[in-house]
């Protein structure tokens, strides 16, 4: 089972602050995710990762970014929060020869105020 | 485009009696599909999955899931629910491997509680 961590866990910030999501995961996954996740509502894909130096953006629009300058790390940040960004962000990571099989970390909840 | 369909937002059981979950999909070929539980708090942890072969699946925790081509389904089922299976359950599909085609679609979810 793969090991994913996320930080912070919780955040509560202003609107217009910058905000990085880290998200590092040990065992070596080529592929990483993002996905965003409102109460009582599916998962949304919203940033992938093939690698180092490779970035898609998924099924729902964001204004976030992120970038993959290392394998094990795929970090998500949000240039000028806003209380529509309030949400849990998941990521996940999945290993090249079976990239459908995708593994999470416990998640980060945003409150922007 | 895929979809996924969990048609019940939340169900009560009480502890001991037998449980399914719901899941319908929508995608041309077999696809690949998955359940995952996420504990208040917590990540999504794989319980299934199935990409082809025996219809039938077993899980983690003592969960199966039938794939039904016929009627688009993969229903999740546990013969005798403990009350630490109160979660939520996320029925999810993918076109395959490989590229775009692993990313996962996901349903709304299904809210377990469990009686005493």
């Known amino acids: 089972e793969a090991d994913i961590y996320q930080t912070p866990r919780y955040l509560v910030i202003g609107t217009g602050k910058k905000i990085t999501l880290e998200c590092s995961q040990t065992?070596?996954?080529?592929?990483m995710y993002w996905y965003q996740q409102d109460p009582g509502m599916e998962l949304h894909l919203i940033h992938y990762s093939y690698g180092v130096n490779s970035t898609e953006k998924g099924d729902l629009s964001s204004e976030s970014t992120v970038s993959r300058i290392r394998t094990e790390h795929f970090p998500l940040t949000l240039e000028s929060a806003r209380p529509s960004h309030t949400s849990q962000y998941l990521c996940?990571?999945?290993?090249?020869?079976?990239?459908?099989?995708?593994?999470f970390g416990p998640g980060t909840r945003l409150l922007v105020l | 485009a895929q979809s996924v369909t969990q048609p019940d937002i939340h169900i009560t059981v009480s502890e001991g009696a037998s449980l399914e979950l719901r899941c319908n999909y929508s995608?041309?070929?077999?696809?690949?599909l998955f359940w995952y539980v996420q504990s208040p708090g917590q990540g999504l942890q794989l319980l299934l999955k199935y990409f082809s072969g025996d219809t039938l699946v077993q899980g983690i925790k003592g969960f199966e899931a039938e794939f039904k081509r016929s009627q688009s389904s993969f229903n999740l089922r546990k013969p005798s629910v403990h009350w630490s299976d109160a979660a939520e359950y996320f029925c999810a599909v993918a076109a395959g491997y490989g590229g775009s085609q692993g990313n996962l679609i996901f349903g709304k979810g299904t809210k377990l509680s469990v009686k005493p």
């Open positions: 996940a990571s999945s290993p090249r020869d079976r990239e459908e099989t995708q593994y």
């Open positions: 065992m070596g996954h080529d592929k």
């Open positions: 995608y041309g070929a077999t696809p690949y």
